[in-house]
C-alpha cells in the first residue's frame, strides 16, 4: 500500500493513526499543502485523486482510496484485529458520530484552502485565526456534550481506542495550536491525555506548521 500524506494534515494523521494501531507499514509520499509547496492540485497529483486532497492510499491490488474515514474503515474490515469500531450496533453508531462531528463538521471549516481563500479574499491574519478559534471552540463544546451522554470507558466509547479517538486526537492537537487550552473541554481532556500515552497516536499526531 502507498499513503499519499502530508505530516501537517489532520485528515492524514488519522489514517497514519490507524495503520499503527492496526501494525500495517506502507510506502508514503507527501504532497505538499501549504504557500510553494502546494504541488495536492498540480496535473500529476490530479490524475491520482481528482479531489486533489490528502490522505489518499492506494491499495495493494492498485485501488485508489480517499477520504480518510472511508480509508479507515476499509483498513477495519480489511485487517479486522485490533477493531477500530465497538461491538455494540449502538456503540459503533457512536463512534461514528463523533467522528463525523470532527471529519464533516468542524474540519472542512480549518485545512489551509479554506484560510488560504479568506486571506485571499481580504480577510486578515487576526481575524482567520479567529475564524479557526470559533469553528474549533463551537465543534468541540458540542462533541465534549455527547461524551458526557454517552461516554462510559477511557476512552471517547469504551476501553479500546475507536475512529472517535482517531479523529478527535488531531483535532485536539490543532485546538491547543490555535491557543486553546482542552481544559475547557474536560471530558476531551482526559480522553486526550490517555491518548497520548499510546504511540500510534502520540507518533502520527500532525505536525506544527512551519
Known sequence: MKLFEDKISSAASRVRIALALKGLDVERETIGILGADAINRTPEYLQVNPQGLVPALLTDEGVLLTQSLAIIEYLDERYPEPPLLPGRLEDRAFARAVALAIAADIHPLLPPRV?????????????????????????????????????????????????????????????????????????????????????????NGPVPRT
Open 115 to 203: 484560510t488560504a481563500h479568506l486571506s485571499a479574499i481580504g480577510v486578515g491574519s487576526a481575524d482567520v485565526a479567529d475564524w479557526s478559534r470559533h469553528w474549533i471552540r463551537v465543534g468541540l463544546t458540542a462533541v465534549e456534550e455527547l461524551l458526557g451522554r454517552r461516554q462510559t470507558g477511557k476512552y471517547s466509547v469504551g476501553d479500546i481506542p475507536t475512529v472517535a479517538d482517531i479523529c478527535l486526537f488531531p483535532q485536539a492537537v490543532n485546538a491547543e495550536r490555535n491557543n486553546l487550552a482542552l481544559g475547557q473541554w474536560p471530558r476531551i481532556a482526559s480522553v486526550v491525555a490517555r491518548l497520548r500515552e499510546i504511540p500510534a497516536f502520540i507518533d
